[in-house]
């Protein structure tokens, strides 16, 4: 299966930047599409941004401008930098990797990471 690990998060005052990674491992041959959703107290998790191989990335509108999502394949790590961070931002960031092709054969539609806790404060 795949295991994904995030790190960077924490505690910043708005205007501030982070940079989140997110590591995946296993016996992974490719991975279709690698993102970063987020989860903030009461709400729905929403997509954040997403990147697929060598297409391009797209992102929510709240975060346009401000966000910036990249992967390293040959690491299998995703990274998004966060500028300009707002209160709004405030939420639990999970790493997403869709359509993960393995070694075994076996194809595994979607799976996150545990998740990593960015506090904006005003």
């Known amino acids: 299966q795949v295991q994904l690990v995030e790190s960077g998060g924490g505690l910043v005052q708005a205007g501030g930047s982070l940079r989140l990674s997110c590591a995946a491992s296993?016996?992974?041959?490719?991975?279709?599409?690698m993102g970063w959703y987020r989860q903030a107290p009461g709400k729905q998790r929403e997509m954040v941004a997403t990147i697929p191989t060598g297409g391009s990335a797209n992102y929510a509108d709240s975060v346009k401008g401000r966000f910036t999502i990249s992967r390293d394949n040959a690491k299998k790590t995703v990274y998004l930098q966060m500028n300009n961070l707002k209160p709004e931002d405030t939420a639990v960031y999970y790493c997403?990797?869709?359509?993960?092709?393995?070694?075994?054969?076996?194809?595994?539609?979607?799976?996150w990471g545990q998740g990593t806790q960015v506090t904006v404060s005003s």
């Open positions: 997403n990797a869709r359509n993960a092709l393995m070694y075994d054969g076996r194809f595994y539609g979607h799976s």
């Open positions: 296993g016996s992974i041959v490719s991975i279709n599409v």
